[in-house]
């Protein structure tokens, strides 16, 4: 790529390359697009690369400029790559799954290539068996259509409820029927399953709740719910808005998770989910990409962004977190990190900004009040209670370090857990706003399953609200996703009560610091 800085009195109207003189080949002239930056890409077989080649300049009144004079040394030799390609020996029998590697060296640098032959989700055992392994060479998948495993599956459901278990989770719900020549995930058959487990639960031990783990986009995931006349699981985890919520604190953009909760609340309130920030998992992209298409967010350099942002590699983001399953050709991957490093205040307290640290602990505090403002059940991972950042030590642990989620299942810190006593403290500030937080939940019959729930316009992109009603009571629910103040205005003056200060205000506007949030009763 060879980029010119064009300076002249007059205007330049026209710029040319000029291939090299040949006796097989006519001098080819051709146009060079004038832009601010006036550059072109040489070494292709329109334009190649020799110390022949020329250009030329033209401005408006006719006058020309020619460079052929470089200061620079063309070898087309040592500019071509050379690759080193890592195959299969000659006649070699394959047997396994294989990925084709190498290293193409420039005089620019050196690139790693990848190219994977086989996707198929076979692992060969010791004994030369061949087993189906979906996620992991260790965790096989099990075969449903013979009666036995999911009689042995049943057994094993029974027993758990024997021992008092009140909850049962059903892992990766959607692949649990395999077929050839299929995806293997969202068969029909998934639901016939679930739906006979609901079944046999319902008449065993009634008490028992099935919890469904279905990371899926968001169109895939109500109908493991089933319908009222055949349900399925009883709760689901909230996948789809967990992610939501964590675009919209990179984005600082809110109209998909608008969208979100416009979508989740018209769902029958005996739909529960189960919400979160974070889990024992890693965070995956499994966003509405046609919604964000409208706003220009393809969805393959939009996840690249999100992982960047998370992995603090984009400018300006102090999250600190990893990437999980790189994906060497899609460039996809996954993340991992707590609600506490990823808000910014592993970062802060690094750098020893406690601006940067009181910005970060609201930001924390406002994800974790717009998730206990959901309809469902709220879950707070452990040691996000404290701000526990994460964990890098797995990354000596030979067991480990290839897994990236272990570094937001470090071991619970009670010492840093003591720290909550001291209300100065972040620990103690982000343990005492939740516990506000869930005691104002709890008294509240606004946040009851059955509530109606109705978006607005806030008349900004950085600020979602919404309002919770049942039975005569109004919560006004609103969350600034930016880092800078933001005022809503309303209609009219608004009688409210803010639930986390217990004072009473009659405004017309309110105003929010950055990350900041209002529960108020109104009036």
């Known amino acids: ?31 060079v697009e004038i832009d601010d930056l006036t550059s072109i890409r040489i070494g292709t077989e329109e334009c190649p690369i020799d110390d022949s080649m020329s250009f030329v300049f033209t401005d408006d009144a006719g006058n020309t400029n020619t460079m052929d004079i470089w200061s620079f040394i063309i070898d087309k030799d040592s500019d071509l790559p050379i690759s080193e ?17 190498g290293v193409v060296y420039d005089d620019d640098g050196d690139a790693d290539i990848f190219y994977k032959i086989d996707d198929e989700p076979f692992t060969q055992l010791e004994s030369g068996e ?3 392994t979906t996620f992991y060479p260790y965790q096989w998948d099990l075969n449903y259509a013979n009666p036995m495993v999911f009689n042995d599956m049943i057994a094993n459901m029974l027993f758990l409820a024997n021992a008092g278990i009140d909850v049962i989770r059903l892992d990766a719900v959607p692949y649990i029927w395999k077929e050839l020549g299929t995806s293997c995930r969202n068969l029909p058959q998934v639901h016939n399953i679930v739906r006979m487990m609901r079944i046999i639960c319902e008449i065993v031990c009634p008490s028992v709740l099935l919890l469904g783990e279905v990371v899926m986009e968001p169109s895939m995931v109500a109908p493991y719910f089933g319908t009222e006349e055949k349900p ?25 998770l608008r969208k979100q909760i416009d979508k989740v609340s018209k769902l029958p309130p005996n739909c529960v989910f189960l919400n979160y920030l974070r889990c024992h998992d890693d965070i995956g992209w499994g966003l509405d990409y046609d919604f964000l298409r409208y706003f220009g967010m393809e969805e393959i350099p939009h996840k690249r962004f999100l992982n960047d942002y998370f992995t603090g590699r984009f400018y300006g983001s102090t999250a600190r977190g990893e990437l999980y399953n790189e994906d060497q050709i899609s460039q996809d991957a996954r993340l ?57 030590t797995y990354h000596d642990d030979t067991n480990k370090k290839f897994d990236s989620r272990y570094l937001h299942r470090g071991k619970f810190d009670r ?52 309002f919770r009603t ?26 409210y009560t803010d639930l986390m200060t217990g004072t009473k205000h009659t405004k017309q506007q309110i105003t929010l610091g950055a990350y900041g949030f209002v529960w108020a009763l109104t009036e």
């Open 85 to 101: 390609i890592h195959v299969p020996e000659e006649m070699q029998v394959i047997t396994r799954d294989f990925t084709i590697s």
């Open 336 to 392: 991992c990190g707590t609600a506490a490093s990823l808000c910014g205040i592993e970062a802060a307290l690094w750098e020893k900004d406690d601006k940067a640290l009181s910005v970060a602990i609201d930001a924390d505090i406002m994800l974790h009040a717009f998730m206990f403002s959901l309809s469902g059940i709220p879950v707070i991972y452990s040691g996000d209670e404290v701000g526990q950042l994460n964990d890098y």
């Open 232 to 256: 399925e699981c009883h709760i689901l985890y909230n996948v789809t808005t967990m992610a939501s919520i964590w675009n919209t604190y990179a984005t600082r953009d809110v109209r998909l």
């Open 470 to 495: 049942y039975k005569e009571q109004n919560l006004l629910a609103l969350f600034n996703f930016c880092n800078e103040e933001r005022t809503v205005e309303f209609d009219m003056n608004l009688s």
């Open 130 to 132: 061949i087993v189906m």
């Open 1 to 31: 790529l060879i980029v010119f800085n064009a300076k002249d009195n007059g205007h330049l109207s026209k710029a040319e390359y000029v291939s090299p003189p040949s006796k097989n080949k006519k001098q080819s002239r051709i146009p």
């Open 415 to 466: 010492e840093l857990a003591k720290k909550r006593n001291d209300p100065d403290s972040y620990q103690g500030r982000i343990f005492n706003s939740l516990k506000k937080l869930g005691e104002a939940r709890g008294k509240n019959r606004a946040f009851k399953q059955w509530a109606k729930i109705s978006t607005f316009d806030t008349g900004s992109d950085n600020v979602l609200g919404f």
